[in-house]
């Protein structure tokens, strides 16, 4: 299982790197904002029973 994972934001489009914390469930959801152009960004993570990583974005 990786400790990080990437991720597109939606407003700018620039591949943003995230830490990945297994210990907050197979599924999880949370909100940041991009460190390139500071808008928010609802991040979702999911992790298979293997520990391939999957992140994606949707803007809040």
Same mark, same amino acid.
């Given at each position: 299982m990786r =400790?990080?994972?990437?991720?597109i934001c %939606?407003?700018? @489009?620039?591949?943003? +790197? +995230?830490? $990945? =914390?297994?210990? @907050?469930?197979?599924?999880?959801?949370? +909100?940041? =904002?991009?460190p390139v /152009? /500071?808008?928010?960004? &609802?991040?979702? &993570?999911?992790? %298979? %029973? %293997? @520990?391939? &990583?999957? $992140?994606?974005?949707?803007?809040?």
């Amino acid at each position: 299982m990786r =400790d990080e994972a990437t991720y597109i934001c %939606d407003s700018c @489009g620039e591949e943003i +790197v +995230v830490p $990945v =914390d297994p210990s @907050g469930g197979e599924s999880q959801e949370y +909100v940041e =904002d991009c460190p390139v /152009c /500071c808008c928010p960004n &609802v991040i979702h &993570v999911e992790i %298979d %029973d %293997d @520990g391939s &990583v999957r $992140v994606w974005s949707e803007a809040e």
